[in-house]
């Protein structure tokens, strides 16, 4: 390393590593199941007459239009790059570097650590149990933490925490942390958001996303739902001119009343594929579902996970290995695609177990 940058940078980041994407490492491939994007591209209209003023931080339309959307009051909201900038933003406002903790329950989405690491905040773990439940009595036991991060739809596992397990987190911490409900996945598990439960638990906050069901994961435009007061301290963290104006104008089109009519039929597009790509997945030899499928993924564990991962790869076809995380040996997460993607994972998977022999 360069001498000032090794004498210079933040010493916790002398650790981490540069995200990276897959796609980063496999620019040559053509079937991306990798991400959780949706296979939908829809069409969108921009009107470059402003582009010569600064974007509103808070863009009307965007926000009047998602709090109609999921029935909340616009000061109940603020919008972000994607997500991931509304889970960086509750990290630096509610935590104190070098001092607080947040909580997350692993096998999970991985950028709650990844966010909290660089602002030098601290991680306590609570697995999962066997069956991918929240640990409750192992997260109220944890006194110190200021946020707790609970993904449902779990990214990877694909399940719905249980309604009394959150609430009870929720009492809990009722007087000494944030519980933040992770939704990024909700528009597949509609039965199962928070966002109507705002106003009874002032510690909730409820994050959502254009990423995933709206097919909109290249503009970077997600939510974060949450009491007046939780808002308005986010708003005191949030960069000046956070949403560019084709991303607000995007965003208004994507949840005006056709937008969301195209994104309910989608939706259920995709549900259907999903059913379908399950039940021939788990007809496969030596292939077994792990998890839940109320997202738009599924995840199998299968022995040779390493090798069917560099075959598909080498046949332009990529989905995620999961191997890593906690509990989910040689698992792979494939997002569901449209019908010919679909087919074709199902095809190589097929070719590879023929290659290779895996009896059931
Ligand atoms: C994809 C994803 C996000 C990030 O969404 P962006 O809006 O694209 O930043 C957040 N949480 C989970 C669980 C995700 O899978």
Redesign the pocket.
């Known amino acids: 390393m360069n001498d000032l940058v090794a004498k210079l940078i933040n010493e916790n980041l002398i650790p981490l590593k540069p995200y990276e994407s897959a796609r980063r490492l496999y620019s040559g491939g053509q079937d991306w199941l990798n ?2 994007e949706s296979p939908f591209a829809n069409d969108y209209r921009v009107d470059s007459s402003n582009f010569n003023r600064y974007p509103s931080c808070q863009p009307k339309r965007v926000v009047d239009a998602y709090a109609g959307y999921v029935g909340v009051s616009p000061d109940q909201l603020i919008v ?8 960086e933003l509750l990290i630096r406002t509610f935590c104190t570097p070098g001092k607080d903790n947040i909580l997350i329950c692993p096998p ?2 991985g ?1 709650y650590a990844i966010s909290a690491e660089t602002c030098d905040i601290g991680v306590k773990t609570v697995p999962l149990t066997d069956g991918f439940a929240l640990n409750t009595e192992a997260i109220c036991d944890q006194d110190d933490v200021n946020l707790v991060f609970i ?1 449902s ?3 990877p596992t694909g399940t719905r925490a249980a309604i009394n397990d959150v609430e009870k987190v929720l009492s809990h911490f009722k007087d000494s942390a944030l519980v933040v409900m ?1 939704e ?2 909700i528009e597949f598990d509609s039965e199962g958001s928070w966002v109507d439960k705002l106003s009874q638990y002032p510690n909730l906050v409820v ?6 069901a709206f097919g909109l ?1 290249g503009l ?3 939510f974060t739902l949450a009491s007046e007061e939780i808002i308005q301290s986010l708003l005191k963290v949030i960069a000046p001119y956070p949403i560019p104006e084709p991303v607000a104008q995007i965003a208004a089109q994507a949840l005006n009343k056709e937008g969301l009519a195209r994104v309910a039929l989608q939706v259920e597009t995709l549900n259907n594929h999903r059913q379908a790509l399950k039940s021939q997945l788990a007809n496969r030899p030596g292939i077994t579902l792990v998890g839940d499928t109320t ?1 738009n993924f599924v995840l199998f564990r299968f022995e040779k996970s390493q090798a069917l991962m560099a075959y598909l790869v080498e046949n332009g076809m990529l989905i995620r290995d999961q191997s890593k995380q906690l509990n989910l040996k040689n698992c792979l997460r494939a997002t569901v695609g449209n019908e010919e993607q679909n087919a074709r994972l199902l095809t190589l998977i097929d070719s590879f177990i023929e290659q290779t022999g895996v009896s059931a």
């Open positions: 991400a959780n972000t790059r994607g997500a991931d900038e509304g889970i999970t989405y950028m993904c739809p779990n990214n992770d990024a996945y994050l959502r996303t254009l990423s995933k994961a970077r435009c997600g997202a």
